[in-house]
């Protein structure tokens, strides 16, 4: 069946950056695209950007435009989501997604990454 | 920019059905797929619906989802409530090739 792992809880000062893997198994892992997705306390989803895994072509959220980064490493099934000038605002769960380019039909279990000096 | 507006909340009793409306701010919301996303509470999203009323396996059919143009609505229709389906409901579509999330609506079976 199809299972991510991702990366551990992470604390990280304002300022520096982050970056959530999220590892792929039970499917053809260059067929779908990934998604990044990410859910601050008591906030809705707000989507970050997606990469399509096969080409690695990448698109991002106008919001974090500049300071997301999206990339993948076929030969391990894993996806990263790297976060610059991490900000207090940042501080939420972060999610990675298969799918398409339009629809997430799997999830990981997510991450939670918290600014803090 | 393009927006979904969902309803804040909804309850019904087990055993009914309840029904929650996501509206597009714009265009014609079914021109772009739109997929429904169940969290429960402390947990991750998963999909309960995508491409508008497909249902992934293991979705059971209690769970349907259409598109209604002249509102420019899309639902998401849950027959038959268990206590278990009391979560946070998200839709989401898209707008040149960028995800937008609804606000979410918080449903309560009791």
Known sequence: ?117 | NFMLTQPHSVSESPGKTVTISCTGSSGNIASNYVQWYQQRPGSAPTTVIYEANQRPSGVPDRFSGSIDSSSNSASLTISGLKTEDEADYYCQSYDSSNWVFGGGTKLTVL
């Not at chain 1, 779908?32 to 997606?50: F, K, N, S, T």
Request: charged share 15%; glycine share 10%.
């Open chain 1, 1 to 117: 069946q199809v299972q991510f792992v991702q990366s551990g809880a992470a604390v990280k000062k304002p300022g520096a950056s982050v970056k959530v893997s999220c590892k792929a198994s039970g499917y053809t892992f260059t067929s779908y695209a990934m998604h990044w997705v990410r859910q601050a306390p008591g906030q809705r989803l707000e989507w970050m950007g997606w990469i399509n895994v096969g080409n690695g072509d990448t698109k991002y959220s106008q919001n974090l435009q500049g300071r997301v980064t999206i990339t993948r490493d076929t030969s391990a099934s894993t996806a990263y989501m790297e976060l610059s000038s991490l900000r207090s605002e940042d501080t939420a769960v972060y999610y990675c997604a298969s799918g398409h380019s339009a629809a997430a039909h799997f999830w990981g279990q997510g991450t939670l990454i918290t600014v803090s000096s």
